[in-house]
């Protein structure tokens, strides 16, 4: 099940990598290991996902790379930053 | 003026005994800070040490080894008192690069400028058996006395060495004299003279020629640098916050650094109203990056320089207007620094920039091919760069000649990568390439030829990783292409898009936790 902040997150993803469609993501995707964001394009996702997100504040030093690997353990962390419900 | 009117070791000597008293900030950190006075002590103190290392002919060069910590400041400044060439190197520095650049430079010691005082083992592990001196930095220490006695440096003696990409062999160490560096001392000043700022970015690294506009407009205003620790890059809010703290007024960065920092909307003139003065060096600056500055900082200034480390940071610079935003050209480099002239060749006006004059270095240590090529002449200095010239003198960038890429302002050749890679056992051929996204190179791909698995391109990038320092490991390895792919002479775009398409085999190496960036 992809739950919406999934889906901004994988739209986030194919937006900053360029790539032609999220076909290939998926909640158990990688982002280190499978995309190869570094870690300033993890920070760039970051940002896109605060402007995708509203409801979103992240506190990048609260949001290190070594508390999530794949799209959905970041989704999880995502939605620990909300800052109301979100419909899932 | 130039640097012939300027005997540079009193150049240097005024500005040091201008910390003298000073207990103002020089340097801040997250979590440390050095004030001027300290910085003024504890590099006489160190200087007086240096002295005590055996001497050539020449003085040998000393290795400065760390990250962005206030103890950087006074190795720095013990070498200059002393006359020792300095070799800034980093935390990331592999192990056998370091030992590469000790030997290749025949160092005489290695100040360790970050970590804990009493363990050396990261460094020491690595020049096991060279028998060198491995000193730690004590801010603390006070000189025996108020002025060194070092020998007299002439203008062609050499102040410091910076060591570039090549991964071939020996790494390659540039050369820059105290001439060459009192005469870039002179130029920052003049370009920033109507600058209005009070502290100073701390964006580059300092194995990075850029630091220099960092450390001289910061050492010559006796203001603060407020250092960014590349392991905080994440966290680019703390460093805004700092930055705002700070009052920081100059911002001196890679175009790489500053889209990073636009990211976050707390960069902005609201948030940092003593941000006025924006420098560029290191990478083509971009129209995007300039009107995303003009936007979140209305009335800064935006300088754009450009320059090869063989030619001491920068040679050319201009103040970015509307105007050249609005022109259909990209945005020009700028025009010759005074005392510096730059001609085209073979046709004047377009083609190869050729560099002549007070900013042209020494050149490269022990490299007399290399050296004959690019050194045609004494203070002319080839570049590998194409540009393009107006008839006012004014310059644009418009690439390399060879295959020598940017990626985050550090200069990488793709040629070299390749080799390296060839020679591995079991390799047929490989190809690297840039990997880039919206026209900026990001990381390297590399297209691995032979019977290879992802386990063996996994093996393969980490053995690279073992040998290179990690902004010259490609991230995305491909291997076994469609058959009848062959390498082509010249790689296409749709060839490498097939390839990546097509490969059996992917591997992403992740350079886990470290920093690419410059």
Request: proline share 7%; glycine share 8%.
């Amino acid at each position: 099940m992809t739950s919406h902040i999934d889906t901004q997150i994988i739209d986030a993803i194919v937006e900053l990598l360029d790539m032609d469609d999220g076909s290939s993501i998926t909640p158990d995707t990688r982002i280190e290991d499978d995309l190869g964001l570094d870690s300033g394009l993890l920070l760039e996702l970051f940002m896109a996902l605060e402007e995708r997100l509203p409801a979103l504040e992240i506190d990048p030093s609260e949001l290190r790379p070594e508390q999530f690997s794949t799209v959905q353990s970041l989704s999880a962390l995502i939605a620990s930053f909300m800052k109301e419900d979100v419909p899932a | 003026m130039t640097s012939g009117q300027r005997d540079p070791q009193a150049l240097l000597r005024e500005i040091h005994r201008g910390f003298r008293g000073n207990l103002g900030d020089a340097y801040r950190t997250a979590t440390a800070s050095l004030s001027f006075d300290t910085l003024y002590h504890g590099a006489l103190a160190l200087a007086e040490r240096l002295q005590t290392l055996p001497s050539g002919a020449t003085p040998r060069p000393v290795l400065i080894w760390g990250h962005k910590d206030p103890r950087y400041m006074i190795a720095y400044w013990a070498c200059l008192l002393a006359g020792r060439p300095l070799v800034p190197t980093e935390r990331d520095t592999p192990p056998e690069r370091l030992r590469q650049i000790v030997q290749g430079c025949d160092a005489c010691a290695v100040l360790v400028a970050e970590g804990d005082p009493a363990d050396f083992t990261h460094v020491s592990g690595a020049l096991q058996d060279l028998e060198l001196p491995i000193w730690g930095v004590d801010p603390s220490l006070m000189p025996a006395a108020e002025a060194i006695t070092a020998p007299p440096v002439t203008s062609e003696d050499v102040a410091y060495i910076m060591f570039s990409s090549g991964t071939l062999g020996q790494p390659k160490g540039i050369q820059v004299s105290y001439g060459n560096l009192a005469d870039f001392i002179l130029w920052q000043q003049a370009l920033l003279k109507d600058a209005p700022f009070a502290a100073v970015s701390g964006n580059i690294r300092h194995c990075f020629d850029v630091s220099l506009f960092e450390l001289w407009s910061a050492w010559q205003r006796c203001c603060p640098i407020t250092a960014l620790n590349h392991a905080d890059f994440a966290n680019s809010t703390a460093y805004i916050e700092r930055l705002q703290a700070d009052g920081v007024g100059l911002w001196v960065s890679t175009p790489s650094i500053t889209r990073l920092m636009l990211r976050n909307r707390r960069f902005n003139g609201e948030r940092l109203p003593a941000l006025r003065t924006f420098l560029f060096c290191g990478e083509a600056l971009s129209k995007q990056v300039v009107e995303a500055l003009f936007e979140r900082f209305p009335n800064c200034r935006v300088i754009n320089t450009y320059g090869p480390t063989e030619c001491t940071v920068a040679v050319t610079s201009l103040e970015i207007t509307r105007a050249h935003l609005d022109a259909p050209q990209d945005l020009p480099i700028g025009y010759a620094r005074s005392g510096t002239t730059l001609v085209a060749t073979p046709d004047p006006g377009h083609g190869e920039i050729e560099i002549q004059g007070a900013s042209v270095g020494l050149g490269y240590l022990n490299l007399p091919e290399k050296q004959a090529a690019a050194f045609p002449r004494p203070k002319c200095y080839r570049t590998g760069d194409r540009g393009r010239c107006t008839p006012e003198g004014l310059w644009y960038f418009e690439g390399r000649i060879d295959r020598e890429i940017k990626v985050q302002g550090v200069r990488i050749d793709l040629d070299d990568i390749e080799a390296h890679i060839r020679r591995q056992p079991g390799i047929e051929d490989a190809v690297v390439e840039p990997y880039v996204l919206r026209g900026e190179p990001r990381a390297l791909n590399a297209y691995v030829f032979g019977q290879h698995t992802a386990t063996a391109l996994q093996a393969l990038a980490e053995q690279m990783a073992r040998d290179l320092p990690p902004y010259l490991v490609p991230r995305f390895w491909y291997a076994g292409f469609e058959s009848g792919l062959n390498r082509n002479s010249k790689i296409d775009r749709a060839w490498l898009a097939e390839a990546a398409k097509t490969a059996n085999h992917r591997h992403v190496h992740s350079h886990s936790g470290t920093e690419t960036l410059s």
